[in-house]
C-alpha cells in the first residue's frame, strides 16, 4: 500500500464517513504551473488569464490548476522567460517584443502591417499554419508555446505634424533595439534611435527623439501625450503576446490535458480583443481631452504606408532569422493571401 492510500485509510478511521479528508486529497490538482507576467491584474491579459485558469479547472476536474502572478510579481519579462525556460517558473504570457533574443523567428511580429486589419482574418491567421509554425518554432529555444494572443496596436506619436506620410521625413522615434523597426522608420524618410524605454518620456521631453510608437493604452498611462503634440492612429505594429510553458511541466500532462489548454487559450481570445479593444478606445477618449492633435489614417493612407515599409522590414527580418525566417515569410504569404484575397 503507497503512501497516499495509507494516508486515506487514516482518514477513514479517524473521520468515519465523513470523507472530509477523503474529498480534499481527492480534489487537490495534480498539476500546478505558476503563470507570470507584466500586466496589472486590472487589464485585459491578467483578466483573460482568470478565465483560462477558471476553465481549465473544470474541464480537468481540479487535476490542473493555474496560480496567477501578475504586475511583474515574479520578475521582469526577461527574468520570468528565463525562470520557464530553466523551470523555476512554469509559464509566462510575454510580449513577442522581449522574446526576440530567445527565439529570432518571433521578431517577424515587428513587420508593420503583418496582421490583416480584419479582426476575424487576423485571428485566422493565428491559429492557422502559420501562427502554427511561429509557436512550433520555440520548441528549439527551451520553450513550449501553447498560444499567441492579441494585445492591441501600435500608433504613432510626435511633436512634429504627423499630416500626411510625407511629414514622417527627417523626424527621429524612438525604437526598441530592433533592425526590423528602424527600416521601418528609414522606409518613411525618419530615423530611428534605440532607447531603454524608462527614458522615453525624457526624451520626448527635451527634444532628444521628436516622436515615438506604442499602443494608445501605453501612451495614456505612461502619459507621453503629456511630452506630444500630435497622435496619429495608425495600428501599424501588431502587439502580441506568446504563452510559453517549461516544456518538462508541460510533457508530464496527459495528452487531454494538454489538449484542454491549448484550446481553453484559443477559445478566450475573443473576448480578450473585446476587452483590449474598450481600454483602446478609452484611452484614445482620454488622451483626446488633453488636447492633443489626434487624427486616424484612413484604410487608404495604411495601405500606403504598408507598401512603403513592408518590404524592407521583411528583408531585415529574414537577414536576422535566415533559414527559419524565410521559411516562416513564404508560408506567411500563402496565407495572407488567402485570407485577404
Given amino acids: ?30 498539476f500546478t504551473a505558476k503563470i507570470g507576467h507584466l500586466e496589472s491584474a486590472k487589464q ?62 518571433i521578431s517577424v511580429l515587428d513587420i508593420p502591417y503583418l496582421l490583416p486589419s480584419n479582426i476575424d482574418q487576423a485571428r485566422e491567421l493565428r491559429a492557422g499554419p502559420f501562427g502554427a509554425a511561429l509557436l512550433k518554432s520555440f520548441d528549439a529555444s527551451g520553450f513550449t508555446a501553447v498560444g499567441w494572443w492579441p494585445n492591441g496596436f501600435k500608433n504613432f506619436t510626435s511633436n512634429k505634424s504627423l499630416d500626411d506620410i510625407s511629414a514622417f521625413k527627417g523626424q527621429r522615434f ?18 530611428a534611435i534605440a ?23 501605453t501612451i495614456r498611462f505612461m502619459k507621453f501625450y503629456e511630452v506630444q503634440k500630435n497622435l496619429v492612429v495608425s495600428e501599424h505594429g501588431a502587439m502580441e503576446d506568446i504563452v510559453l510553458f517549461n516544456p518538462s511541466w508541460w510533457g508530464k500532462l496527459p495528452e487531454n490535458y494538454q489538449n484542454i489548454i491549448r484550446s481553453t487559450f484559443m477559445e478566450v481570445i475573443p473576448g480578450l480583443e473585446k476587452r483590449a479593444i474598450a481600454g483602446q ?23 500606403k504606408m504598408r507598401d512603403m515599409m513592408f ?3 521583411k528583408k531585415a ?5 535566415k533559414d527559419t525566417g524565410s521559411a516562416l515569410m513564404s508560408l506567411y504569404g500563402s496565407e495572407y493571401t488567402r485570407l485577404t484575397k
Fill in 311 to 313: 518590404d524592407d522590414a
Fill in 44 to 105: 485585459p491579459r491578467h483578466k483573460t488569464l482568470e478565465i483560462v485558469a477558471d476553465l481549465v479547472k473544470k474541464r480537468t476536474n481540479g487535476a490542473v490548476e493555474f496560480k496567477l502572478f501578475p504586475s511583474a510579481q515574479l520578475g521582469n519579462a526577461r527574468q520570468m522567460n528565463e525562470g520557464v525556460q530553466m523551470g523555476t517558473l512554469e509559464a509566462t504570457v510575454s510580449p513577442a517584443a522581449f522574446l526576440g533574443g530567445f527565439n529570432s523567428a
Fill in 1 to 30: 500500500m503507497n503512501i497516499k492510500k495509507i494516508i486515506l485509510s487514516l482518514a477513514l478511521v479517524a473521520f468515519g464517513s465523513s470523507g472530509f479528508l477523503i474529498n480534499a486529497e481527492v480534489n487537490a490538482a495534480e
Fill in 281 to 303: 478606445k478609452a484611452a484614445l477618449d482620454h488622451i483626446k481631452k488633453s488636447g492633443i492633435n489626434v487624427r486616424v489614417a484612413s484604410s487608404t493612407e495604411r495601405m
Fill in 317 to 321: 527580418y529574414i537577414d536576422r532569422a
Fill in 195 to 217: 532607447l531603454p524605454f524608462g527614458e522615453l518620456y525624457t526624451s520626448l521631453q527635451n527634444g532628444v527623439v521628436d516622436g515615438q510608437e506604442n499602443p494608445l493604452t
Fill in 174 to 191: 524612438r525604437v526598441m533595439d530592433s533592425k526590423i523597426l528602424i527600416e521601418q522608420f528609414n522606409s518613411l524618410g525618419a530615423s
